[in-house]
């Protein structure tokens, strides 16, 4: 027999805030307040209640299939029995795919502004990068971001349009600006 649940005293109450809330998505900070869980718990409760869903990077579970899981959890004898029979049967844990991978090549890694390839183009104002498939166009952005890395400041001077001459008589007070675009 495993530990008893601290939050089956409560599963009425529970079920009657599920009934009552408007949220048709819950997220884990969520399980953890309407059990009155911790981190860990909710995400076992989460796998248990229903097949998890990642939306932004965020991972739900929706009003229908927590209220069936109340109400299953309601008509057992034995609340941690009905809990562990569900987590037997629950999925794992989706994983969250990471961001993209782009290889850089090697030659590329300490790309200065300068040394960029002629299909990235910057013009004050404008910034151009032409590829033959998307892959390439990918390439080219992470070449453009480790240029950027490495040599801010070419890119700024580039990128911002010649200074024109002052005025006779007017101050520069955009000058003391302009010494970084940021």
Do not use: Y
Request: aromatic share 4%.
């Amino acid at each position: 027999m495993g530990r008893p649940l601290k939050w089956a005293v409560d599963l009425h109450p529970i079920r009657e805030r599920v009934l009552r809330a408007k949220t048709e998505t819950w997220t884990r900070r969520d399980i953890e307040n309407l059990f009155e869980v911790k981190r860990v718990t909710a995400q076992t409760l989460m796998l248990a209640i229903a097949e998890v869903s990642i939306v932004a990077g965020s991972h739900l579970v929706s009003r229908s299939s927590l209220l069936d899981f109340l109400n299953q959890v309601i008509q057992a004898d034995e609340p941690s029995e009905a809990l562990r029979a569900r987590q037997a049967e629950a999925p794992t844990a989706p994983r969250q795919e990471r961001g993209l991978r782009i290889p850089l090549p090697d030659d590329l890694r300490a790309v200065r502004f300068g040394d960029l390839p002629m299909a990235i183009r910057v013009e004050p104002g404008r910034l151009t990068i032409e590829g033959a498939n998307a892959a390439e166009i990918l390439t080219h952005l992470a070449v453009l971001a480790r240029a950027l890395e490495n040599d801010l400041d070419s890119f700024c001077a580039s990128w911002d349009p010649p200074a024109r001459p002052l005025p006779k008589g007017s101050s520069d007070l955009d000058g003391l600006f302009r010494q970084r675009c940021w």
